[in-house]
């Protein structure tokens, strides 16, 4: 299987930060704010790999830094230790090193994202269809009657329906715009997609079709998948491996069958002792 | 003469409980092989640790110590109990199937796709996996009407074939089964044996326990009895 994302020890800091910031805090000492600076330490050590076609799972409790690691890799925050480098049709690109205008390029062609809020993911002042537009605008495609087609193609695909193309968002449920925002990400193949909570917070039908419409695209198109959820359900669905977080730390990485019929770590086993 | 696809040497494992500070004790120092077109029968009484050996070797446990030595088709080794998660994946995809006890399966696909999975997942078309999966339901008894119906609400016997179908279907190379005919009819159950027989004879090494003892004198070519460890939490 091919190596499509190499992260080392990536890690956040928000605020002034100082040296004794990392070993200061994590699971151990059952916090993330260094004592000695105040600083959080949203993550730290955050090491792992992604391989083309697998879908990997980040879990554990809220706080735990999780969504930090997908707004790192689709460039939404900067990080503060560490590196990732993606892998693309022969290419390395090491991420933290770009310009903007190439981490610009990344973001709009090759990862795609679809956050827990809509409204990060969605301008509400366009159509459904203009979302997809703005994208794809961004990327190679600038004929307006190809565009209209893709957009079409995409809200076809994901059971938003061509109809409601011209539509906005806003007036939509909330599963329509999650979906929305999956057609959006799609629009432009990406081989890597980070879903931040996507189905947290919506009825469990809407969820369960939400999920089944993630594997589909998995099988169909071959993304590679970051899975970021609280939600063991979620993972024990979509994850082949998975990856478990406490106060900013990987605490315990394994296969997902793996991680919740033998987990290793006491903050494992409670969890999913917790979620029978 | 046939060398061995699977070769386990001092096999244990212990589950730590940490809320309890328990560690319980399931299978110690298992040795046991598997050969091409030969089916291998773990037995001993309840507890013994017969599943977790299976899930030893399908890394669903984690292996405590010992070796699990499997033989690909181009003569290669690798240990599962050191293998990485990827390549475990990548066997689990093409050389090795695992019937469990249980199934665990989405809940919302019909039956049909549930078996039909495996093969779309090797990258097989659409309509010859369907095609594969529907002969394998006619051949364990599954009524037709059942085929579009998701198994979330299936009987035992029934949720055991398609089971028992899922794991057939993408005729892997090393096969486990934990107790497959556990709640079926004897009908069901002679078509089952039948099914395994021909497998067999196509290649396939099996690593099985079974149920009933009559099972195991049919279709074991060896025998591995475990013997019950002595556990140190009280029950
Ligand atoms: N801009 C910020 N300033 C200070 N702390 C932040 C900021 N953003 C996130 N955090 C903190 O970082 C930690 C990790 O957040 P996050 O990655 O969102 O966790 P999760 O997704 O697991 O719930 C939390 O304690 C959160 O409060
Ligand atoms: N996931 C698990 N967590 C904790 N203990 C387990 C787990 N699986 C099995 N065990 C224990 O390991 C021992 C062997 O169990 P098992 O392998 O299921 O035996 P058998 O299949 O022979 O009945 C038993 O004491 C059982 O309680
Ligand atoms: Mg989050
Ligand atoms: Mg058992
Ligand atoms: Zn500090």
Redesign the interface.
């Given at each position: 299987?091919r190596k499509v994302l190499q992260v080392s020890n990536l890690g956040k800091i928000h605020g002034n930060g100082c040296p004794r910031c990392v070993a200061s805090t994590g699971p151990d000492v059952g916090s993330n704010i260094c004592p000695h600076c105040q600083s959080v330490v949203a993550n730290a050590a955050i090491s792992f790999d992604l391989?083309a076609g697998?879908i990997l799972g980040i879990m554990g409790e809220s706080g735990s830094g999780k969504s930090t690691i997908v707004k790192m890799l689709f460039f939404d925050e900067d990080p503060s230790l560490g590196e990732a480098i993606f892998y693309d049709n022969g290419h390395q690109w090491n991420l933290f090193s770009l310009n903007a205008a190439q981490q610009r390029r990344l973001r709009n062609h090759r990862f795609g994202i679809v956050y827990q809020n809509p409204h990060l993911g969605l301008n509400f002042n366009f159509s459904a269809g203009g979302n997809i537009a703005e994208r794809l605008l961004m990327s190679d495609l600038t004929h307006y009657g190809q565009i209209r087609e893709r957009a079409r193609d995409l809200l076809t695909r994901t059971e938003v329906g061509s109809e409601r193309m011209d539509e906005s968002p806003k007036k939509f449920s909330g599963g329509m715009q999650q979906r929305v925002q999956i057609a959006k990400a799609l629009s432009t193949s990406p081989p890597v997609l980070f879903l931040d909570e996507v189905t947290t917070g919506l009825d469990l039908s809407v969820q369960?079709r939400i999920l089944?419409l993630i594997?589909e695209i998995q099988?169909e198109l071959g993304t590679a998948m970051i899975a970021v959820t609280h939600d063991l359900g979620v993972i024990?669905?979509l994850a082949?491996?998975t990856i478990v977080m406490k106060n900013g730390r990987i605490i315990e990485?394994?296969?997902t069958?793996?991680i919740l019929?033998?987990p290793?770590?006491?903050y494992t086993?409670?969890l999913v002792?917790s979620a029978l | 003469m046939n060398s061995a696809i699977l070769t386990v040497e001092k096999l244990s494992k212990q589950?730590f409980?940490?809320?309890q500070q328990a560690a319980i004790p399931s299978c110690a120092e298992v040795d046991l092989q598997v050969f091409p077109k030969e089916l291998t029968a773990i037995v001993g009484p309840t507890g013994c640790g017969k599943s977790s050996v299976l899930?030893c070797i399908y890394?669903?446990?984690?292996p405590g110590a010992g070796r699990i030595l499997y033989q690909n088709e181009a003569g290669h080794t690798t240990d599962l109990a050191q293998a990485s998660?990827?390549r475990?994946?990548?066997l689990r995809l093409r050389d090795i199937g695992f019937v469990t006890q249980f199934l665990?399966c989405?809940?919302?696909?019909p039956a049909l796709d549930v078996v039909s999975e495996p093969l779309?997942?090797r990258g097989e078309n659409r309509e010859t996996a369907r095609d594969a999966a529907a002969d394998l339901l006619r051949l364990l008894n599954v009524p037709e009407r059942l085929w579009q119906v998701p198994p979330a609400t299936f009987s035992g016997g029934e949720k055991q074939r398609i089971n028992l179908a899922r794991g057939l279907i993408s005729q892997p190379r090393l096969l486990l089964l934990d107790e497959p005919t556990a709640s079926l009819d004897p009908d069901t159950s002679e078509r089952v044996i039948d099914l395994l027989t021909t497998i067999k004879a196509k290649g396939v090494g099996m690593l099985a326990v079974f149920h009933h003892p009559e099972l195991v004198r049919r279709l074991a070519d060896r025998v591995v009895e475990l013997i019950p460890q002595k556990t140190l939490c009280h029950e």
């Open positions: 299987m391989h697998e369960a089944d594997l099988q024990r669905l082949d491996r990485a394994g296969l069958d793996q019929e033998d290793q770590h006491a086993q409670q002792a | 589950f409980l940490h809320e899930k890394r669903t446990y984690l998660d990827h475990v994946l990548e665990h989405l809940p919302r696909k779309l997942l």
